[in-house]
């Protein structure tokens, strides 16, 4: 069961940090990882994070704007995300893998209802 928070609008450059908490599994077992989808286009993946935090990877979009990070003791996943720009508006999504490769190929096990982040220009 993953319920993410911290979607809103913002402007362009603005920032905002979304938030996955997660429960019903065993946390520190999992890779986490972050989608989104925007309207009219497929679900891409954004970042993903290996079950200690040790790794990271990222799409080129948002590499050098957006940060992924996880709380093991408090079972969170946070995807902060700076110099936000329109093309950033989409639902994001949360997810939990076996490991970040899983994720990044989308065969993630479980999957959060999306949270909506709409950027203005």
């Known amino acids: 069961h993953l319920v993410e928070s911290g979607g809103g609008v913002a402007q362009a450059g603005g920032s905002l940090r979304l938030s996955c908490e997660a429960s019903g599994l065993s946390f520190i077992n999992y890779a986490m ?51 936000l720009a329109p093309e950033d508006t989409a639902v994001y999504y949360c997810t939990a893998g076996t490991n970040t490769g899983a994720i990044r190929d989308g065969n993630s096990g479980y999957w959060g209802q999306g949270t909506q982040v709409t950027v203005s220009s």
């Open 33 to 83: 990882g972050w989608f989104r989808q925007a309207p009219g286009k497929e679900r891409e993946f954004v970042a993903a994070i290996s079950y200690d935090g040790g790794a990271t990877f990222y799409t080129d979009s948002v590499k050098g704007r957006f940060t992924i990070s996880r709380d093991n003791a408090k079972n969170m996943v946070y995807l902060r995300m700076n110099s």
